[in-house]
Nanobody, 126 residues
Framework: QVQLVESGGGLVQAGGSLRLSCVSS????????MGWFRQAPGTEREFVAA????????AYVDSVKGRFTISRDNAKNTVYLQMNSQKSEDTAIYYC???????????????????WGQGTQVTVSS
């Protein structure tokens, strides 16, 4: 059974930085794309970033391009989300996610991410 455990959330001032981590267990990590979604109060969960199984391909929602970077360390079964120049609108619960699709040649569409962590709260104060 796949388990995803996030860490690194917290309170940060606008303009500051945080790095989220997500450790995966239960299957061979490097065969699967990984991603991050977020959900603010009263809103639907939205796609933030994803990285392909090989670590080469990445994708971002427009609102975080140039500020957030997703990366992975296959030796540590860990995916990261480096968040810089944070804004108040980045406040949300951030969820680590992965897909059941093995070694996809492209980044899976957001709807194909179907395994989730418990989430970590990120609060950006203005």
């Amino acid at each position: 059974q796949v388990q995803l455990v996030e860490s690194g959330g917290g309170l940060v001032q606008a303009g500051g930085s945080l790095r989220l981590s997500c450790v995966s267990s239960g299957r061979t990590f490097y065969n699967y794309a990984m991603g991050w979604f977020r959900q603010a109060p009263g809103t639907e969960r939205e796609f933030v970033a994803a990285i392909g199984w090989d670590g080469v391909r990445t994708a971002y929602v427009d609102s975080v391009k140039g500020r957030f970077t997703i990366s992975r360390d296959n030796a540590k079964n860990t995916v990261y989300l480096q968040m810089n120049s944070q804004k108040s609108e980045d406040t949300a619960i951030y969820y680590c996610t992965t897909t059941s699709m093995w070694r996809t040649t492209v980044i899976p569409a957001p709807g194909l991410f179907d395994l989730w962590g418990q989430g970590t709260q990120v609060t950006v104060s203005s």
